[in-house]
């Protein structure tokens, strides 16, 4: 019976992972495919030199990336993308959580940190080349004074919104300063920090390519306004191709950190939903 | 029997809320002591300020006047000889800690070895039966569970005296009296003081040693009623005494007439 019961459960179990690994990969894939055979069927038909096919875009992204260029462009850029992003979130978090801990810290400067926010993070190179020359640190700040925001404002908020039952029950238990940031506050606010985090990655990611294209002799974003303005079409191409592509890996190297970090969050969701 | 000392005084507590609209008088003037050992409830019509004379004990909160002590000292602050268990385990519990780190969490400031500190969150867990789920964490377990972990991280942090406001006021009637009984067996079974405040007269009837009957606000106690049911308690023959029936009855009374205020108030009495 339950020999019976276990090799039908088996069978059926192996074809619905089957279907399902069809499944997984038919629906991301299926529309990008689609998409590029358009591409192809255009670029055929066009006499536009500014839409070359993508088997020729694949070529250039060959001989382009795959090689010395990869070494002195890309993880260069890759390098900046990663202290900066660190870079914001060891401040956004840190000065989050003292200023969404301290209510008068957070009445003074919560008007001024609007205002910080608003200002576009573009604009900021031209400062930032004055006061630190075209070095990679400017290049860093740069990605820093962007990316920072969405991580520092929604820290103060996670921090503010702990819960007042949570904050007591520590308080009743004498739990000390440090295991209350280590084991409630920042656990509480990890949800919305985790929602900045998301934020500050496309913001880091678009800054890493402008800060390059001014002043700048090697990287990604360098590379790309190079090729445009030597009308190399199809290696401008490929340069846009590699930067979705670091991006969409940035995308999934970040669900699955957050994944892991926010399981119990996502555990609740799914408890509640059931 | 146990040493008949006083471990908690309660003299003259008052407390006001101050709000721009007026100041709410919460708390009139509560009076009263606990053995050490004793397993007290306090029972009042709802909004009489239960869990405001709780927080006030526990050192959450500061009396407006009054003293409240604590095996002689005064308590100023939240004091490692009491712990409480809160009436919403959802939000006192932390979801993204195991049970075993939720009950761990309040040990780690106290200088224990590893080993000294995983005995009394082993043993804590066992006491309340959930030995099985230590890795599990809060929200996979039932209400009434997670109750227990609460109760469970109380204990391991070993108080003289346990504070329940309204522990079992959001689980169903089943899992609410095991968990009555529970209370009463880790009372019996550990040198413990238990002060549990609730506003159902049948579970102060049916689980205290002494039932404080508190009146409307401003609260002061109306009634301090010595529960002469035998120490063996179960949920069927307790329950089914003639003498649970008047003592219910005589709570329910108190409680009815608190509603209508037709007690006066002590403060006339010098």
Known sequence: ???????????????????????????????????LVLWGLVATRTTSKFFPDPLTIAEAFRE???????????LPSLARLGLGVAGSIVLGVAAGTVIGLTHWLRELLEPLLEFLRAIPPPVLIPVAMLLLGITD???????????????????????????????ETAESFRVSWWERLWFLVLPAASPRIM??????????????????????????????????????IAEMWSGILLLGLVGVFLAVAFGLVERRVLRWYHGIREVNRA | ??????LLRVEHLRKV??????????????????????????????????TTLLKCLAGLLRPTSGVVEMDGSPVTGPSPAMAVVFQEYGRSLYPWLTVRGNVELPLRHKKLTRAARNKLVVDALEAVGLAHAA??????????????????????????????????????????????DLVRELHASRTISIL???????????????????????????????????????????RALPRFTELRTHVYDQIQRAKRGQVAAPRSVP
């Not at chain 1, 019976?4 to 992972?17: D, E, L």
């Not at chain 1, 499944?23 to 689609?34: D, V």
């Not at chain 1, 913001?203 to 190399?232: D, K």
């Not at chain 2, 809060?138 to 997670?146: K, N, T």
Request: charged share 20%; aromatic share 6%; net charge negative.
């Open chain 1, 1 to 35: 019976m339950t020999a019976c019961t276990g090799r039908i459960a088996a069978t059926a179990r192996s074809r619905t992972v089957g279907s399902r690994i069809a499944a997984s990969l038919l629906y991301p894939l299926g529309l990008p495919t689609l998409l």
């Open chain 1, 64 to 74: 382009t990336w795959v090689g010395p260029a990869f070494v002195e462009d890309v």
């Open chain 1, 137 to 167: 640190t400017m290049k860093v700040v740069v990605i820093i004074s962007g990316a920072v925001w969405p991580i520092l404002l929604n820290t103060i908020e996670g921090v503010r919104g702990t819960d007042s039952v949570m904050k």
């Open chain 1, 195 to 232: 929602a900045g985090v998301r934020q500050a990655l496309s913001v880091a990611l678009i800054l890493m390519v402008i800060s390059e294209m001014f002043a700048s002799s090697a990287g990604l974003g360098y590379r790309i306004a190079y090729f445009q303005r030597n009308y190399l």
């Open chain 2, 1 to 6: 029997m146990p040493d008949r000392r006083t």
């Open chain 2, 17 to 50: 809320y101050e709000a721009t609209t007026g100041d709410v008088e919460a708390i009139g003037d509560i009076s009263f002591t606990m053995d050490a050992g004793e397993l007290v409830c306090i029972v009042g019509p709802s909004g009489c300020g239960k």
């Open chain 2, 135 to 180: 890795r599990s964490h809060p929200w996979q377990l039932s209400g009434g569970m997670q109750q227990r972990v609460a109760i469970a991280r109380a204990i391991a942090y070993q108080p003289d005296v346990l504070i329940m406001d309204e522990p079992f006021a959001a689980v169903d009637a089943q899992t609410r009296a095991d968990l009555e």
């Open chain 2, 196 to 238: 549990f405040v609730t506003h159902d007269i049948d579970e102060s009837v049916y689980l205290g040693q002494r039932v404080l009957v508190l009146s409307t606000s401003p609260t002061w106690v109306q009634e301090d009623l010595a529960i002469d049911l035998p120490p063996e308690r179960d949920q069927i023959t307790t």
